[in-house]
């Protein structure tokens, strides 16, 4: 799929039009100069076009190893990548010393090139408009991002640049007046007993969480095998949840690199708490989370907070310790003693995720990394795991025998069978004769009793109850 490029210096509305552009809140906008940071990708529309659209971080003179400078490098690679370019500058505030600078370096990729002058809404965008014509790039095209005014114009000007060449053939053809084939794709869902079958192409949604500075971006380029993120010392420089398409073995997996965490009480910046809203986005639309933690600072509160959340949003849970080299410089005993910590503090503040697979790495030096994606395929092919209905209710039925139900004024709760209703995660539903009375604590024993017999370490487990229906109710008098 071709590829357009959002350009230009900070605050002109590159992520407005980049939302505006995918159809939803994807990118985060804020009056903030700087907000956007990494290269950010999505499936863009503008009427028949269809392409994948980058945000860019906003153009900075800057150079060497400062953060600005690194997020200067990410935009000049996407430019380089597009098929198309799309030069913003802020027609109210007129052309800057800044945008005069980007042009000069842009009009080598004149060709690709598409001058707007954003947020036209207003008449006190003409002067800006004018001034944009000495920039060299052509004649600047009105727009605004915000209200999604001149699209029709964009598209328009983007046509040469984005059709697809098949579609290019066909208008050719058109021209010449000959007939141009109808081709159109259907996708029917494949129905099977228990819902709609996974398409095999389907990318894997896999999420890396944790606290700030951590190295979840590192770990994110150590995968894939390039910088595609911004990483540094600084904490807290990934903001929006990039997601990244990778394959693994041949399977295509969808990487979300997201902002750290910190406490709510702590978030007092709307950026910070928009950051934090899209990582929770992220996680409810995953399918494994990969929390990571610093070596130096194992399982902290806030570690076990999102931990939580990712069993409450019933997400798969892979933990990767980072930073391992760290505990390499001291002696064996301290090592060992500090995965035993890990693991006691797992299993008692994480008994409902009891068996989590844990990982030990180095992002930075890529020790460890190659075991990370087996547990994380492994604990997914759980997630999806589904139990046969006569398996169930033979240990559902020992599990009973072995410990009953208690009794409730005097009389006992009665489990009459169960089923597996759902994947992803596993999800059983019981029949009981009073589901209301049933204890939290008997539920706690089967969920047990399920993770040890059917062999699902690590995954959420649902159990939901529910009362048999009464066969002479509604039945005619004799």
């Known amino acids: 799929m071709r590829k357009l490029a959002l350009v230009g210096r900070p605050n002109v509305g590159k992520s407005t039009l980049f939302n505006r552009l995918v159809g939803r809140r994807a990118a985060i906008v804020a009056d903030e100069p700087g907000t956007t940071r990494d290269r950010r990708e999505g499936a863009g529309r503008l009427a028949d076009l269809e392409f994948t659209v980058i945000d860019t971080a906003g153009w900075e003179e800057a150079k060497g190893d400062a953060l600005e400078a690194r997020m200067r490098r990410q935009t000049e690679r996407a430019v380089k990548d597009a098929d198309a370019v799309l030069f913003l500058i802020d027609a109210r505030a007129g052309v800057t010393p800044m945008d005069q600078s980007f042009a000069r370096w842009l009009r080598p990729h004149a060709g690709k090139t598409v001058l707007v002058a954003n947020k036209c809404e207003r008449r006190d965008g003409e ?37 697809e060449p098949a579609a290019m053939a066909d208008v050719d ?43 979840k971006s590192t770990l994110l380029n150590r995968l894939v095998g390039e910088e595609r993120v911004l990483t540094g010392p600084e904490a807290g420089i990934t903001r929006d949840a990039i997601a990244v398409d990778w394959r693994f073995e041949g399977r295509p997996i969808r990487l979300v690199d997201t902002a750290g965490l910190r406490r709510r009480a702590n978030v007092s910046e709307r950026l910070e708490a928009l950051s934090a809203h899209d990582t929770r986005e992220a996680v409810r639309f995953a399918e494994v989370v990969v929390l990571t933690l610093d070596a130096g600072q194992m399982l902290e509160k806030q570690d076990l907070a999102i931990a939580r959340m990712v069993e409450e949003e019933g997400r798969a849970l892979v933990i990767a310790v980072n930073k391992i080299d760290a505990l390499g410089r001291g002696d064996a005993r301290a090592q060992a003693a500090a995965w035993r910590k890990l693991r006691d503090r797992l299993e008692a503040s994480l008994a409902q995720l009891k068996g989590v697979p844990i990982v030990g790495l180095s992002a930075q030096s890529g020790r460890g990394v190659d075991k990370l994606m087996p547990a994380v395929m492994k604990v997914h092919a759980l997630w999806n795991r589904r139990i046969a209905t006569a398996a169930f209710n033979r240990w559902l039925g ?56 059917f062999d699902l370490p690590g995954v959420p487990i649902r159990i939901v109850m529910r009362k048999p229906k009464n066969p002479y109710v509604g039945a005619d008098d004799p």
């Open 173 to 215: 053809a058109e021209d010449r007046g000959e007939p141009v084939a109808d081709v159109t794709a259907e996708a029917d869902d494949v129905a099977w007993e228990g819902g709609p079958e996974e398409p095999p192409d389907r990318p894997l949604q896999l999420a890396i969480v944790g606290r700030p500075n951590v190295g």
């Open 127 to 163: 002067a800006g408009i004018a001034e944009a014509y000495g920039l060299g790039l052509g004649d600047p095209l009105p727009l605004s991002a915000e209200h999604g005014l001149g699209l029709a114009d964009l598209r328009d000007a983007l046509a040469p640049l984005l059709a």
């Open 398 to 453: 020992d599990m009973v025998e072995r410990n009953p139900p208690p009794l409730v004024d005097g009389r006992r709760i009665r489990i009459r069978y169960g089923a597996q209703v759902k994947a992803r995660p596993p999800t059983f539903a019981l029949f009981v004769s009073r589901p209301a009375a049933l204890p939290e604590s008997y539920t706690r024993y089967l969920v047990n009793g399920l993770r040890d017999a």
